[in-house]
């Protein structure tokens, strides 16, 4: 996009440069700004980025979108540079991505849901590639700032795929009508953010929202209790396809097994391994091959595809120590993970220990849940439960209230003494289970008992 065909959003106007160069790889992180990018100035809840422009210039940076802020004349004297004024960077940032959406007659895939986005996104992206220049959602830059400069970041590529994060209400809305999906993915409705939504049914509201700019099918668990009432509900509404496990499905997984090397089941006569644990990641599949179909790929390059995948670090990734198992799915936490995690850890032969800390973010709900994850932790027939954090105390009371043995539950206030603890009674055949919210820095746990 040229600098004069966009000067007439959010009242830009042009502060010094050339109307004729170009706009280049747009940045809001002056640490990994590169020479000739344009740097915008985004403002947070601490800090506006603007304010660091002398920094981008020194790194390199040819145009700078900032907001009105006070400028050092001297300092930028002389200087070949393109600065643009804009009244509010992230709403111009959001404008310019979708003015470039605009622009572009290719599909875009949204995914969203409760657990599993990114890792979702990955394998649909990684399945498309076999066949398709991809463009994916970097990382878990599911905001509209991270969506907005995926889409602007768009060059040849043929389809993008694009995660979608949200903790309130109409945040999804924004997101929808940024990227404006042609398919849309609905992992699953769980309990995370339900301190700022009130429920689980306000969640499925949110995240419905993505409808209101999709114009092509949307694909959902159809597992997940919610989900399932409402594709029954809307079926002839609009243009649902389904996966499961359990439930009929339009896709559906059946033998399912787990052991050290990760996860099989049969698809449509079909044997599929993966090299990476967890019911979620058999949906993740199921996902791809439905996919798969709407694009025309071949199920076998499928199947091969999905053997390649490895864990992304800290999720389901399996640690093989010298005599025990580390299962660390340390990145985040929400009920419906732990459930899945757990019917995993149940599966290992050898001592199952169970690691768990504080799921963050669930406000008043907080104490229930964790008392929910209480009640499973007996039903899984765990040798050893651990639990670290205010929150998971609550996992330890109620497990021994359902029965679970008081002298092999223990409870720690500290990473630091749960280490300790795990390190001196670790042995061979050991199977650990590490899970929390990434808040509760269970990564250094992994570091220290590993």
């Keep these: 996009m040229q600098i004069k065909d966009i000067l007439n959003l959010n009242n830009a106007y042009l502060y010094q440069g050339n109307e004729n160069d170009f706009l280049t790889n747009l940045s809001i992180d002056t640490r990994t700004l590169k020479p000739n990018d344009t740097y915008i100035g985004i403002k947070g809840e601490v800090y506006d980025g603007s304010t660091f422009y002398k920094e981008a210039i020194k790194k390199g940076a040819k145009t700078l979108i900032l907001n009105n802020i006070p400028l050092d004349t001297d300092f930028l004297k002389n ?64 905001t509209s700032v991270g969506l907005s400069l995926t889409i602007l970041s768009h060059t040849t590529e043929e389809i993008i795929v694009l995660e979608m994060g949200m903790n309130q209400k109409g945040e999804i809305s924004l997101l929808t009508s940024i990227a404006k999906p042609t398919h849309a993915v609905i992992t699953n409705i769980g309990t995370a953010h339900i301190g700022y939504l009130g429920s689980r049914e306000n969640i499925l509201k949110a995240k419905l929202e993505i409808l209101e700019g999709l114009s092509g099918p949307i694909i959902i668990n159809n597992d997940n209790d919610l989900l399932h009432k409402w594709a029954k509900e809307n079926k002839d509404k609009y243009d649902i396809i389904t996966f499961g496990l359990e439930n009929p499905s339009n896709y559906l997984a059946t033998n399912i097994m787990y052991d050290e090397k990760g996860s099989n089941f049969t698809y449509k006569n079909h044997a599929v391994s993966l090299n990476i644990l967890g019911k979620h990641f058999i949906y993740n599949s199921l996902v791809a091959f439905i996919i798969s179909d709407l694009f025309n790929l071949n199920n076998e390059s499928v199947i091969k595809k999905l053997k390649e995948l490895k864990p992304e670090p800290h999720r389901m990734e399996l640690i093989s120590c010298e005599n025990y198992l580390v299962i660390d799915d340390s990145y985040n936490a929400s009920y419906d993970s732990v459930y899945y995690n757990l019917e995993i850890l149940k599966s290992f032969k050898g001592r199952k220990i169970a690691v768990l800390g504080d799921i963050l973010e669930l406000g008043e709900y907080g104490p229930k849940i964790h008392e929910d994850i209480g009640h499973l932790i007996y039903q899984n027939n765990l040798d050893l439960l651990i639990t670290i954090g205010n929150l998971s105390s609550n996992i330890n009371k109620i497990a021994i209230q359902d029965g679970f043995n008081k002298n092999n539950s223990f409870h720690f206030n500290s990473n630091e003494e749960a280490i300790k603890y795990i390190n001196n009674i670790k042995k061979k055949n050991d199977v650990f289970l590490i899970k929390a919210s990434h808040g509760m820095g269970f990564s250094d746990i992994i570091k220290n008992i590993i």
Aim: without cysteine.
């Design 79 to 142: 200087k070949p540079l393109n600065i643009i004024i804009v009244d509010n960077t992230t709403t111009y940032l959001i404008n310019l991505a979708k003015r470039k959406r605009a622009t572009l007659n290719i599909p875009v895939i949204a995914v969203t849901g409760s657990v599993g986005k990114t890792s979702t996104k990955n394998i649909i992206s990684e399945v498309l590639s076999t066949k398709y220049q991809v463009l994916k959602t970097s990382g878990n830059l599911n």
